[in-house]
């Protein structure tokens, strides 16, 4: 079983900067990518960021230029980093890891609770 705790998350102004982290334990082995997702109050909750094992990363449009999506498999975090940030930012954001064991073609998926993102004057 793998769990994933997010932290990092708050209040800041527009155009400023905040880290979110996610640090995962339990059960990791195999092929695995980290996602960090986001959900706005009355939204479908939209993947923004994806970081391979070997560093090759993704990120939706909206994001694309400001958020810098990082992993270190050797601490199985996974780090946000978010800059420029405006109100349409605010969200609960959520990191998801996605392992597909050696053995098997099956991929499993594990979420975590969510972070709280706020940026207002």
């Known amino acids: 079983q793998v769990q994933l705790v997010e932290s990092g998350g708050g209040l800041v102004q527009p155009g400023g900067s905040l880290r979110l982290s996610c640090a995962a334990s339990?059960?990791?082995?195999?092929?695995?990518?980290m996602d960090w997702y986001r959900q706005a109050p009355g939204k479908e909750r939209a993947f923004i960021a994806r970081?391979?094992?070997?560093?090759?990363?993704t990120y939706t449009d909206s994001v694309k230029g400001r958020f810098t999506i990082s992993g270190d498999n050797a601490k199985n975090m996974v780090t946000l980093q978010m800059n420029s940030l405006t109100p349409e930012d605010t969200a609960v954001y959520y990191c998801?890891?996605?392992?597909?064991?050696?053995?098997?073609?099956?991929?499993?998926?594990?979420w975590g609770q969510g972070t709280q993102v706020t940026v207002s004057s």
């Open positions: 970081v391979t094992a070997g560093g090759a990363t």
């Open positions: 998801k890891m996605n392992i597909r064991p050696v053995w098997t073609p099956t991929w499993y998926e594990y």
């Open positions: 339990g059960s990791i082995y195999g092929i695995n990518t």
